[in-house]
């Protein structure tokens, strides 16, 4: 950002943009950049842009801050002033510009070079508003000890002490405004990065909703992600169901492909084991995922909305000869996606992620693709296992769950060995042995 700033043979207007998930440290980078820079600028003027009313109001103060006067058309006042032809250089700062829909951000930017602009928001397509934008990623583990160990105001720690500083980064996933907070709950509760660790394990929603009186970011880890949800949830439906079917998968790695296969039917095997096509709905996927993902048009506009948001991310992974689109989540992201519903529709959601797992495999196939997909897939499985013997939570209709998986497990080791490319991985051998135990225990299930 520095550099960019700095290219003095551009003439164009500089507008830098940083998107990303909310508490990844958006806001805390603009402010860093403009005061290691603020010999640089005659002024710095930080604008909140989370509506177009906060807006303009901090606009009139930029207004009357600048003296320019009682005009009734002060933003315009603010505009023209910024866009005299003097050497004065300017930083504005707009701040969480989450809501590109609402409003023209862009109606509001004064069109100077000498003026200088920071975005930052949530939604990944702010970048069209810049020449230049940086996606924020998770802090790396030695900068995350190095602000945890800082804001716990953690001096000379011992061996001991710093392996529990890397394990509470590990559990926090390197979300910086989590780091930041878990640091200022140690130093504020004389706490331990140890007995953090432990409280984690029991009370983790309450330590994620935990936000320091003094600091001057209000909001915690939920709170910063809340108004995302309930807008989601609002205006976007549909995705939001898609987002609670992503947590309850393996978040990490969620395939595409999973996702196109509720689109056609698989062959599966009745009671006689006589094959038969089964459609995705008659398998027990919710019926409006299945519309969803059957119209090009909304599925496209529901996972924009997901990006939009930066809850997900997208990447390509090959597959084979082919090119894979995958969406991931943030493991806090996940938790807090499963944590904020009711108990019946954590329940409705393992039931569907067991059910698309399910949907993914044809019960008899020699097609060697299926092992390739299963290499994308698999982890699903271990993920969807775990939920088996967790009846409290997710409900008592065990045998039916136990059944889809192990005929997923069966469905791949079978085209394994046909295609005579049996695979022993860690994970093979953890699959295959929860396989042993599900058979044992549900006898046939």
């Not at 701040?95 to 023209?104: M, P, R």
């Not at 706490?191 to 029991?202: D, I, K, V």
Request: hydrophobic letters at 40%; a negative charge.
């Amino acid at each position: 950002m520095h550099n960019y700033f700095s290219d003095i043979l551009d003439q164009r207007q500089r507008r830098f943009v940083i998107y990303g998930l909310g508490g990844s440290g958006k806001t805390q980078l603009a402010l860093n950049y403009a005061f290691k820079n603020r010999l640089r600028y005659a002024g710095v003027f930080f604008v909140d842009a989370n509506t177009e009313i906060s807006l303009q109001d901090d606009y009139e103060r930029v207004h009357d801050s600048l003296n320019l006067g009682s005009p009734k058309a002060k933003i315009s006042a603010v505009q023209l002033y910024f866009q005299r032809k003097d050497s004065l250089n300017w930083l504005l700062i707009f701040d969480n510009a989450d809501d590109l829909e609402a409003y023209d951000l862009s109606s509001y930017f004064p069109i100077s070079e000498n003026v200088h602009i920071i975005i930052t928001s949530r939604d990944h397509s702010s970048s069209e508003l810049a020449l230049e934008g940086s996606l924020l990623e998770m802090m790396e583990l030695g900068e995350s000890k190095t602000l945890l160990l800082s804001r716990a105001g953690l001096i000379n720690p011992t061996e001991q002490t710093l392996q529990d500083v890397e394990n509470v980064v590990k559990q926090l996933s390197y979300l910086p405004l989590a780091l930041d907070q878990a640091g200022a709950y140690m130093r504020t509760r004389q706490c331990s990065p140890a007995a953090y660790l432990r409280r984690f394990e029991t009370e983790r929603e309450r330590l994620l909703r935990f936000s320091p009186k003094l600091s001057s970011y209000k909001k915690s880890v939920i709170t910063a992600w809340e108004v995302s949800y309930m807008r989601l949830e609002t205006d976007a439906p549909l995705a939001s169901k898609l987002l609670l079917l992503f947590s309850h998968l393996d978040f990490r790695r969620i395939s595409e492909d999973l996702l196109l296969g509720l689109t056609k039917p698989v062959t599966k095997m009745d009671f006689s084991g006589n094959p038969h096509l089964v459609n995705a709905v008659d398998n027990g996927i919710d019926p409006e995922v299945v519309e969803l993902m059957e119209d090009a048009n909304e599925y496209d506009e529901a996972i924009q909305k997901l990006l939009s948001f930066s809850i997900i991310r997208d990447y390509v992974e090959q597959v084979g000869a082919r090119d894979v689109r995958v969406f991931s989540l943030h493991p806090l992201v996940a938790y807090y996606t499963q944590s904020r519903v009711v108990q019946a529709v954590k329940r409705h959601s393992v039931e569907q992620a067991i059910n698309v797992l399910s949907h993914a495999f044809p019960e008899w196939s020699t097609n060697f693709s299926v092992v390739e997909f299963g290499r994308l897939t698999r982890s699903h499985l271990i993920r969807c296992l775990s939920y088996i013997d967790q009846a409290e939570t997710y409900g008592s209709n065990l045998e039916e769950h136990a059944r889809k998986l192990l005929l997923v497990i069966w469905s791949v080791r079978t085209v394994q060995l046909y295609n005579m490319k049996p695979r022993k991985t860690e994970t093979d051998v953890q699959m295959l042995s929860k396989a042993f135990d599900l058979a044992t225990k549900y006898g046939d299930a």
